[in-house]
């Protein structure tokens, strides 16, 4: 290997470290800050722990709140996941195989909600979802995050299903194949990359989730872990050292669902950028 290229080698594995302890230094503090009690964490914010306070992990994974927030979670991001990859897949099939007219309009129409701000229309949604009571419902965060997760999906979708020949279907439709029976046993196989990549960005998303949740679910019941975060934050705002040990068991779902669907996410994009 020529000097030229081990220093560009070097380079870019400096620059991939130097951005990796951006990352991964902030959450080993947090972890470690962690098993310290509130006092050793102001006099010696760096150091190790000693002695090391396991109470604060098992005292959280002990209570019943904690674990009734990750649930809550888990079910709205499943459930807005199904919800918005099985409406924007129906939408996505319509607008990139039938020809109508209007169909672009209505696609830019779709397309445009990218740049809609949720928080726009918050005082809207909330008098809505009022109306028709779903406050303090697990529906009235599902169903407006599914529709705020529409727009970017159709548009993922539509592109990746655009890709597939024209040819396949008819070949299909010649061998007694319907329309939708094109759809769901040979486009939907073939567009799984696409979909898994969607259904990870709506986990993500709906997981991550703060404001919507913090509106509607008033009742502790029905809280999310973000909610959850802020309001144990609130109540033990003193101990500094037990909030951080909330916030990276809070932390642990996320980071292990997304170290198990890196793989599909990155497959996923990538192949939605490389066909066509």
Not at 183 to 190: A, K, N, Q
Not at 196 to 225: H, R
């Amino acid at each position: 290997m020529s000097r030229p290229a081990i220093a560009r080698s070097l380079s870019r594995h400096t620059l991939v470290w130097v951005i990796g302890s951006f990352i991964v230094v902030p959450l080993l503090y947090a972890v470690f800050a962690g098993f310290k009690s509130t006092g050793a964490l102001t006099t010696d914010p760096i150091g190790l722990p000693d002695p090391w306070r396991v109470s604060n992990y098992t005292g959280i994974l002990t209570s019943g709140d904690f674990w009734r927030q990750i649930g809550n979670s888990v079910l709205i991001a499943v459930a807005t996941t199904l919800i918005t990859v099985v409406v924007a897949a129906l939408a996505a099939f319509a607008f990139a195989r039938y020809a109508f007219r209007g169909r672009e309009l209505f696609f830019t129409l779709f397309a445009a909600g990218l740049m809609f701000p949720p928080a726009v229309a918050v005082l809207p949604l909330f008098v809505l979802l009022r109306s028709f009571g779903l406050l303090d419902n697990p529906l009235g965060v599902i169903l407006p995050q599914a529709a705020f997760q529409l727009p970017l999906t159709i548009v993922i979708l539509r592109s990746f299903f655009r890709t597939i020949p024209g040819d396949l279907e008819e070949a299909a439709i010649i061998d007694g194949c319907t329309r939708f029976g094109f759809f769901w046993r040979i486009l939907l196989p073939m567009a799984r990359p696409a979909i898994g990549t969607v259904s990870v960005l709506a986990i993500v998303t709906s997981w991550n989730n703060f404001f919507l949740p913090l509106l509607v679910l008033a009742d502790p019941k029905w809280q999310t872990i973000p909610v959850g975060i802020q309001q144990f934050q609130g109540q033990y705002a003193t101990d500094y050292a037990l909030v951080m040990a909330y916030i990276v068991l809070a932390m642990v779902p996320a980071i292990a669902f997304y170290a198990i669907a890196e793989r599909q996410l990155i497959g996923g994009l990538t192949a939605g950028a490389t066909k066509g």
